[in-house]
C-alpha cells in the first residue's frame, strides 16, 4: 500500500504542475488562411523628355539646323521659343505681304479703282496714311494676347515664352487643318516655316525691286 508520505506519491505531487499545458486554440481552416498581399506599385510618372532646338520643326534640308551666328548656343528653352515665335508672326506677315503686293498691284477696287500704282507707295496714295493711330490701336489688339505666352518678367528670363506654350498657336483654325498626330503636326508646322522664310525673303526682294525701278512687279 502507498501512504502519503511515499516517495511515488511525493515525486506525483511535485511533477503535477509541470505536465499542465495551456488549452490549444483551434486552428483556421487552411482555406480561410491568407498571405497578405503586396500592396499595388504606382508607377512612377515617365519623365518629361528634355528639350532640345533640334527637334523642333522647322529643320529640313539641304542645310539641317542652321545657326551660323549662334543664337540657340546657351540660350534657355524660352529664349529658344521666343526666337521661333518671333520667325513665326514674321513669314506669316511676310506671306500675306508677298500674296498682297502682287495681288493689290493688279486688282484693287477700293477707294473707286483709281489708285493704280506700285505696292510699295499704295498707302501713301489712300486715305489711310492719316489714320495711323486706328491702324497702331487694330494691331495692338490682336498683338496683346500674345503677351499671355511670355514667362513673367518679374523674377523670371525677360523675353522668354513659356515652356508650356505651343509656338504659333492662336487658336484659330476654322477650317480644321491642324493634324493631330505629332508626326504629321511637326511636318506640317515645318512647311508653314520654310514658306515663311522664303516669303521674307521675297517680300524683301519686291521691296527692292520697286524702290530700284519705281515700277509695279508686273
Known amino acids: 500500500s502507498l501512504h502519503l508520505g511515499s516517495p511515488k506519491i ?3 505531487i511535485a511533477t503535477s504542475p509541470l ?11 487552411r482555406s480561410l488562411v491568407r498571405m497578405q498581399e503586396p500592396a499595388p506599385s ?17 529643320i ?12 540657340c548656343e546657351g540660350a534657355s528653352e524660352g529664349k529658344i521659343k521666343f526666337y521661333r515665335e518671333v520667325e ?3 513669314g506669316r506677315v511676310a506671306m500675306l505681304a508677298a500674296l498682297g503686293f502682287l495681288v493689290g498691284e493688279q486688282f484693287h477696287p477700293l477707294f473707286g479703282g483709281s489708285i493704280d500704282v506700285p505696292s510699295y507707295i499704295a498707302f501713301q496714295e489712300t486715305p489711310l496714311q492719316t489714320f495711323w493711330p486706328a ?26 515664352v513659356r515652356s508650356d506654350y ?8 476654322p477650317l480644321g487643318l491642324k493634324p493631330t498626330s505629332a508626326a504629321e503636326y511637326k511636318e506640317m508646322a515645318t512647311k ?6 522664303l516669303a521674307m525673303f521675297a517680300i524683301a526682294g519686291m521691296i527692292g525691286q520697286e524702290l530700284a525701278t519705281g515700277a509695279k512687279l508686273i
Open 10 to 12: 511525493m515525486l506525483s
Open 19 to 29: 505536465s499542465f499545458s495551456a488549452p490549444i486554440a483551434p486552428m483556421a481552416p
Open 42 to 58: 504606382v508607377p512612377s510618372p515617365a519623365p518629361s523628355p528634355k528639350f532640345s532646338v533640334k527637334d523642333l520643326p522647322g
Open 60 to 71: 529640313s534640308g539641304p542645310f539641317g539646323f542652321f545657326d551660323p551666328l549662334g543664337f
Open 88 to 90: 513665326l508672326k514674321h
Open 135 to 160: 491702324v497702331v490701336v487694330a494691331i495692338s489688339v490682336m498683338e496683346v494676347f500674345s503677351v499671355f505666352s511670355f514667362n513673367s518678367p518679374f523674377g523670371g528670363e525677360p523675353w522668354s
Open 166 to 173: 505651343e509656338s504659333g498657336d492662336l487658336g484659330f483654325d
Open 192 to 197: 508653314e516655316i520654310n514658306n515663311g522664310r
